[in-house]
């Protein structure tokens, strides 16, 4: 194919944000150095203890933990109760595609830790129809998921005047939205534009869906209004902007602590079952990714790997090349869910295909299936999506 | 930054002048998106008795002075400035009047608070477009209190034809490249001025006056 | 050295985004002050706002959108549609653009342009310059949102308006317009090269690859995007990445 990558990762010039320096390393990298290497962390840690001080035992909850239970969610959980003696109110957006393990996971760790939960469950008739807008305007459909994710617990956040919201990973540790050495990641409305939202906000979609759905529909996927924010004196941040974040370290700790099980995913080594499992179309989603822009998750793992010192490029190399690239079985299940063939679906992929990039999916060979596929929600009797 | 707006001990009204030369309300939205009280005026009275002032501005020297000279704003800013010592910051043309004079289609007498000439811009380069519009980086020239907390890329948006020319490198606060370098900001005592525009320059520009808003007139 | 800049364009009517192709065939792409936030909070250079079919009404909800837009969004703001006085360029700065785009006033009334510069600065003004190829191959200024031809030359009508004080000029191919085909090189460097005041291009990117054409092969100061935008995973802030990835001086 023929892409730039970078000189240390395996990072592909396709990546949204990246930036190769003289040396060809790319500007990801760049901010792991800076990240293990110029930031105090201790005095960090000292300023969490004092600023989760200023918040403990005022109101009903000291915060707000938004969970997946994917290993960041459950990790910044643990940690919070644990180590750092919070009493959360955690909310779980449920975007629809929980795997099984996922959900006994979940399960699990409230049991385990002892934490009161608020989940929610959009309505998957707007769902629908939101998946397959995102998809044709953005080449990714999981416009209502990102959207949900980070402002549900923002307006719950508002509705029970809790206002420290704490997240897990910071996008410094992939991306370039944020760099580390630009302060700490404030998880804000301006950060939902940047890059959460997809670039479109729930007023846009309303129009979009040309009335198909009202901004009343959209409410789950809406960020709450500044003012009202400021009432609460809203404070949103990464955990991970003041501890230094290690996804194997605190996978290790939870499979420990909490029994926290991992699990097979589309076109990734075994090796990294502790990644992105919560998600049943997380293997279309990569599919779309390696459609456009030449690289998917193994990539983006392998390269973590990397900057950690675990793995040298070689492997990394190997890895892409035996592992990415396949079409997931779960497309079959996706497909049907949206009610679209997959000639439409390869159609869009290659309308959003990411300069200097080509690929035909027509030639991509077939993955394997998940063992829960099978266990997964199919209804087709419900009808199409499509009004 | 906005999540996080600092509390104020005790009110400090900011006046930002209305001289009749444009660009005021973006300036107030600023501060009121900070969080920070200020007002719009062209009242002398009010502008005398400010605690801090705000020169905005976009339009031409000699104009600009008349107004000034004529409403009586002049003599109100020479009072609260000059002889009361507040913090004042001035922005665009608002900066290019606190020169000693503007050479903009005439010779006109400025404020003269800080020794200088605002003369046309001469880009070394012929194919260097004029007016100078659009995001530059500015070479911060040492430690100044309004500089404090910048993000580490250093543009702001500039839209200009005329600069500040100054002799004396210590009243200099700033520079920028634009077939030559140019004077970007300038510092004097409780004077500092920018010219290019804050209330246009996203993030670093909010920086800029939220320290405006808690800088007591001195250096660092 | 100064940046060369990114500038999404918001198209607006009735109180909507929207985006067509090669001025027709519009379809709503989203809400204007949410869009102006997300731009924002992407850290775009600045923001161009056309009301494509002005009237009174449409008037009112462009000064709302403005309005709005500028108490959270503090970046230069440009806004155009049915300019036809210094009393409509005055209302527009007033609720707080910084400058005022002139389409078809500038050819039928071009002293707007001197009287609006000398008023309130030059870099006030922007004069925007539609056209298309005709059937002799030839290009020539539409005005009336692309629905007249003024059978005038693109480029002495953009020079006589910077004779007139304009300071910049945005520059529009009709036909490449929505395409994302690419944005019409050769013409754009022609124009930009004969005048020192800035041009901005307007019409047809479609991929990364146009924009760092623009900004490389010819002598434009900017760079104008829509459709890109709107229907493809690109956004301002990638395409800075990109750019400057490739060499080009942009912020990042």
């Known amino acids: 194919m023929g892409l730039r990558l970078c ?38 840690e000292k300023e969490l203890h004092a600023l989760l001080d200023t918040y403990r035992g005022k109101g009903d909850y000291d915060c707000i933990v938004p969970f997946s239970g994917g290993k960041d969610s459950t990790y910044t959980l643990y940690a919070l109760v644990k180590e750092y003696g919070m009493k959360p109110l955690v909310v779980s957006f449920d975007h629809g595609f929980y795997r099984p393990t996922v959900q006994e996971g979940k399960l699990r760790t409230y ?15 707007i769902v629908k129809q939101l998946m397959l807008e995102s998809l044709k305007r953005k080449g990714d459909f999981c416009w209502h998921c990102h959207t949900g994710i980070f402002a549900y617990p923002m307006q719950v956040s508002v509705k029970y005047k809790i206002p420290l919201v704490i997240w897990g990973e910071p996008s410094a540790e992939y991306t370039s939205y944020y760099s580390y050495d630009d302060g700490p990641e404030e998880v804000d409305e301006e950060r939902f534009n940047r890059f959460v939202n997809l670039g479109i906000t729930a007023e846009d979609m309303a129009g979009m869906l040309g009335g198909k759905v009202t901004l009343r529909d959209l409410v789950p996927f809406t960020y709450p209004k500044l003012r009202d924010l400021k009432a609460i004196n809203s404070r949103s941040f990464c955990l991970g902007s003041y501890i230094p974040w290690d996804v194997k370290k605190q996978s290790d700790l939870i499979k420990k602590e909490l029994d926290w099980r991992e699990e097979a995913v589309e076109g990734v080594p075994p090796e990294y079952g502790y990644e992105k499992i919560e998600c049943m179309f997380q293997g279309v989603r990569d599919y779309l990714k390696f459609i456009k822009r030449g690289y998917a998750r193994v990539s983006h793992l392998a390269s973590i790997d990397i900057r950690n010192g675990r793995m040298s490029r070689e492997s990394a190399l190997d890895y892409v090349k035996k592992y990415e690239g396949k079409r997931p079985a779960s497309l079959d299940i996706f497909l049907e869910y949206l009610d679209i063939s997959e000639t439409e679906f390869n159609e869009i992929a290659v309308s959003q295909l990411v300069y200097p990039n080509e690929c035909d999916p027509a030639k991509l060979a077939k993955g394997d299936t998940l063992w829960d596929q099978k266990l997964w929600f199919r209804d087709p009797g419900a009808g199409s999506g499509k009004s | ?28 939205n600023a501060l009121q998106y900070l969080g920070i009280e200020a007002q719009v005026t062209a009242d002398p009275e009010a502008v005398r008795l400010a605690d801090r002032l705000i020169l905005p501005g976009v339009g031409a020297f000699g104009a600009a002075m008349e107004n000034l000279n004529r409403s009586g704003l002049r003599e109100a800013m020479n009072e609260a400035v000059l002889r009361r010592g507040r913090p004042f910051l001035g922005i665009c043309l608002g900066m290019q009047l606190v020169a000693g004079r503007g050479l903009e289609k005439g ?9 200088g000439e605002v003369r046309l811009l001469q880009p070394n380069d012929p194919d260097i477009k004029l007016p100078h519009v659009g995001w530059n980086d500015i070479i911060i020239e040492g430690d100044f209190p309004l500089f404090q907390g910048l993000k580490k890329e250093r543009a702001f948006y500039f839209v200009h034809s005329y600069a500040f020319c100054t002799d004396n490198p210590a009243h200099i606060a700033a520079s920028c490249e634009y077939g030559g370098r140019f004077v970007a900001a300038v510092a004097r005592d409780n004077i500092f001025a920018t010219q290019f525009h804050p209330e246009k320059s996203q993030k670093n520009g909010l920086t800029i006056l939220e320290n405006f808003a808690d800088w007591e007139g001195g250096p660092c | 050295m100064l940046k060369q800049r990114i500038i999404p364009s918001l198209l607006l009517k009735d109180g909507r985004m929207v985006k067509g192709k090669n001025f027709g065939q519009f379809r709503d792409v989203g809400d204007p002050v949410t869009a102006a936030k997300v731009y924002n909070a992407q850290k775009v250079d600045e923001l161009m706002f056309l009301d494509i079919r002005p009237t009174r009404e449409s008037r009112e909800q462009v000064c709302r959108v403005i309005e709005e837009a500028a108490c959270e969004c503090f970046m230069p703001l440009t806004v155009g549609g049915g300019v036809q006085s210094v009393e409509d360029v005055k209302s527009f700065l007033d609720i707080g653009a910084d400058k005022v785009a002139v389409n078809s006033a500038a050819v039928r009334t071009p002293e707007l342009i001197r009287a609006a510069a000398e008023l309130f600065g030059d870099q006030c003004v922007v004069v925007s310059v539609d056209y298309k190829v005709n059937a002799a191959g030839d290009r020539t200024v539409w ?3 692309g629905s007249t031809d003024t059978g005038l030359d693109p480029l002495e009508h953009v020079k006589r308006c910077v004779a007139l004080g304009a300071g910049e000029i945005l520059l529009t191919s009709i036909d490449k317009e929505g395409t994302l085909e690419g944005y019409d090189l050769d013409y754009l460097d022609e124009v930009a090269g004969s005048v020192r005041t800035p041009v901005i291009a307007s019409g047809g990117a479609g991929r990364l690859e146009d924009f760092f054409r623009a900004l490389t092969e010819t002598r434009v100061s900017a760079v104008s995007a829509a459709s890109i935008f709107h229907f493809t995973d690109q956004s301002p802030i990638k395409v800075r990445f990109f750019l400057s990835n490739s060499g080009v001086n942009v912020r990042v």
């Open chain 3, 143 to 145: 005005i009336d949102s």
């Open chain 2, 1 to 28: 930054m906005v999540s996080r707006s600092r509390r104020r001990e005790r009110q400090k009204l900011i006046a930002i002048v209305d001289y009749g030369m444009g660009n005021k309300h973006s300036v107030l």
């Open chain 1, 111 to 125: 049991r385990r830790l002892g934490v009161d939960v608020l989940q929610f469950t959009p309505n998957w008739h």
């Open chain 2, 107 to 115: 010779i006109f007498e400025g404020l003269g608070w800080v020794p």
């Open chain 1, 7 to 44: 000189s240390r990762c395996v990072t592909p010039e396709t990546h949204e944000t990246i930036f190769f320096d003289q040396e060809g390393v790319c500007n990801v990298c760049r901010q792991q150095e800076f990240k293990q290497e110029k930031i105090d962390w201790v005095a960090r």
